[in-house]
């Protein structure tokens, strides 16, 4: 009741997108309208659809599958509701999020882990084309910054990115060695689909890593001031907080082996 902004940063698995993020997304907008809070909402470039070239705000939605159909229809819902007046909003749209605490991600903690201990890593598509990453700090920040400006409501902003490399870049700069990928087919994906809910799911997003995938983030750095950590220092700051996480877990299993002796 007292809240001045809503962070909607909810996001349940991608097979659940389609029967759980509709009602939170409604009962936000209720909630905000009551209260008077503003909403500030964590979205994703996966309406865009395949495109050709660097990805601005500018681009139309065209998405593919039901999961990017249901992000592209909440965004539109909460920008409708500001239009209306109902609430004052804004959405932050960043690609694929890495850093301390990130697991579901093309580059989170299984992958990065993997990538430090020299285990194959499993990937989609092809891992040497460009694509999009962001820190999630730089995405706090950027959610922060759209939450204190209200004159950069009613819009879809995305957030500051370090410029995109490939994914072997990136893991093996996050591993600190070569990496081993282990890459999914279509086929697979397919195949392995026909019983999985996530995996049919993935398979809708497989186009972003077959091409390059780039979102071009200069609007909101210039709007609003910021600048994205580069991506060495973010990385560094990543492989540390995974192995700081890692010690407690080693040292609770070392005390239950010597129980156990």
Not at 59 to 76: H, N, Q, S, T
């Amino acid at each position: 009741a007292d809240a001045r902004v809503i962070h909607h940063c909810a996001d349940p698995p991608f097979d659940r997108w389609p029967r759980e993020l509709p009602p939170v997304m409604i009962g936000l907008i209720q909630a905000a309208a009551r209260s008077g809070a503003s909403v500030i909402y964590a979205d994703d470039p996966s309406v865009y659809g395949p495109v050709e070239g660097p990805i601005s705000e500018s681009l139309p939605d065209r998405p593919v599958g039901a999961r990017a159909r249901v992000r592209a229809g909440l965004a539109g819902l909460l920008l409708s509701a500001h239009r209306q007046g109902a609430v004052s909003a804004a959405i932050a749209r960043a690609p694929d999020l890495f850093g301390p605490g990130v697991v579901r991600s093309a580059l989170g903690r299984p992958m990065i882990e993997a990538a430090m201990k020299g285990l194959p890593v499993p990937v989609i598509g092809d891992p040497d084309q460009p694509h999009s990453l962001c820190f999630i700090r730089d995405h706090a920040a950027a959610m922060v910054a759209l939450a204190e400006r209200p004159d950069l409501h009613g819009r879809i902003w995305h957030t500051p990115c370090a410029p995109a490399v490939s994914l072997r870049t990136a893991l093996e700069t996050a591993g600190g060695r070569p990496v081993r990928l282990r890459r999914a087919s279509r086929g697979l994906l397919l195949a392995l689909g026909l019983a999985d809910a996530r995996l049919r799911a993935i398979r809708e997003i497989t186009y972003q890593f077959d091409r390059p995938f780039v979102l071009d983030t200069t609007a909101l750095e210039e709007a609003a001031g910021l600048a994205p950590t580069p991506l060495e220092r973010a990385l560094a700051e990543t492989r540390a907080a995974f192995r700081q996480a890692g010690r407690p877990r080693a040292a609770r299993l070392s005390r239950r082996v010597g129980a156990v002796r």
